[in-house]
């Protein structure tokens, strides 16, 4: 159920529509280094290949659906999924890695939210580390230390992304850490927005943005994707023969 969830959400905001492929559009092109990998390059040559007469149908390709993980490409975004985590019984925070063949362009999504991948790894790592450094600190009142002074998040219907800094919350004893991201503005705007990822969302995101665990995700996939792909290109090639 928790990865119907997390699947639902990334289907209904990078459908097999043309549309929805705008919602990447960042300007923030660093890359960690996940296009490289020679599975995922093939992948980007494939689709790339299947797209060049710019056409406007769009295709979802689901991975191997009897693993836990099931990557899956629609459009021309390679989407990882990271399996819900959960803090309490309402708590669910879905996430998952988007790859975009077209804009080269590596991104998180983050309960419909969008970030820059290297920028939310490293916010990631970060806290993670000062949850590691301060295991045995006991905080007797609730303090906040700067984190990260900005991180830009895009929005549902709104490719302009919004600014963001984080601080980390350290409370109750050795037990309570959270990290809150503030979105930048004046003090007295009630619109302004507050995200809050608990401890144990932090420790789960930083283990699903690792190298090991996507690299492992797509390999675990690939031949499966690669055969819907090549199905439909097949398809295509049998119905140009047709129409000659």
Known sequence: MKKIILFL???????????????????????????????????EAKVQELYKD??????????DLTKEVVPYISGKNLIIPISPSKVQDSDYLSIGVILDFEKKVEL??????MIDFLDFKNLIEKADEWIVKTNSFDAKNTLEVPLVDK????????????????????????????????EIGEKNNKDLINISLKKEHI?????????LYIAGAIDQSYFTIEEEIESVKNQYEELNLLLK
Do not use: W
């Open 54 to 63: 710019e056409k406007e149908v769009r295709y979802k390709f689901n991975g």
């Open 203 to 211: 420790v789960h995101i930083k283990e699903g943005l690792s190298p």
């Open 108 to 113: 998180v999504i983050l309960d419909s939210l």
């Open 151 to 182: 991180i830009n998040i895009i929005f549902p219907q709104n490719e302009k992304p919004r600014e963001f800094k984080a601080v980390m919350l350290f409370a109750q004893g050795t037990r309570e850490r959270e990290v809150l991201l503030r």
């Open 9 to 43: 959400v990334l289907i209904q905001l990078l459908g097999c529509n043309s549309s929805n492929e705008n919602k990447t559009n960042v300007t923030n092109q660093k890359e960690s280094g996940i296009f490289s990998s020679q599975q995922v390059k093939k992948l």
